[in-house]
């Protein structure tokens, strides 16, 4: 396959993988960015028992805009999912922080998409996830952003 075919069909197969993704619903209860938000910060309690990320971590991860976090995080926190706090040692550091008490909501959404995931290990098999997952972190390890 030449190379302008491979890019045609390395393009097509995204948009059909991004149609079937939004069409599942992946973050069925929150909106989108809510849910990537939730994911850091759950990520973050599930290693440390406290779930705590900077704002600016959390820009940096998720590449949205300082402004699109900020009103992410205002949402949430009007759901009460998330709380925002000062950092102990820099006092000019602002951490959002998920309220462990509300996690029971953001898992409702987390463990639909764990069901969707697994349709698709079921569908594309073990070995193929785990490449899939290799060429994903390869893409990002290359600070790639669209």
Do not use: P
């Not at 805009?65 to 205002?74: E, W």
């Amino acid at each position: 396959m030449d190379n302008e075919q491979q890019k045609l069909q390395l393009l097509q197969a995204w948009v059909r993988l991004s149609a079937i993704l939004k069409s599942s619903r992946i973050t069925n209860g929150l909106q989108y960015n809510e849910s990537i938000v939730m994911l850091l910060l759950y990520e973050r309690y599930a290693a440390d028992g406290i779930g705590m990320v900077s704002m600016k971590e959390i820009a940096s991860r998720t590449n949205m805009l300082k402004s699109l976090v900020n009103r992410t995080i205002n949402s949430l926190e009007g759901k009460g999912l998330v709380a925002r706090c000062n950092g102990e040692t820099d006092k000019r550091v602002i951490y959002v922080r998920c309220i462990h008490e509300k996690l029971d909501v953001f898992m409702d959404v987390h463990n639909s998409s764990l069901e969707i995931a697994q349709k698709i290990i079921d569908i594309i098999g073990a070995e193929d996830a785990d490449a899939f997952i290799r060429i994903v972190d390869k893409i990002t390890a290359a600070g790639y952003t669209l």
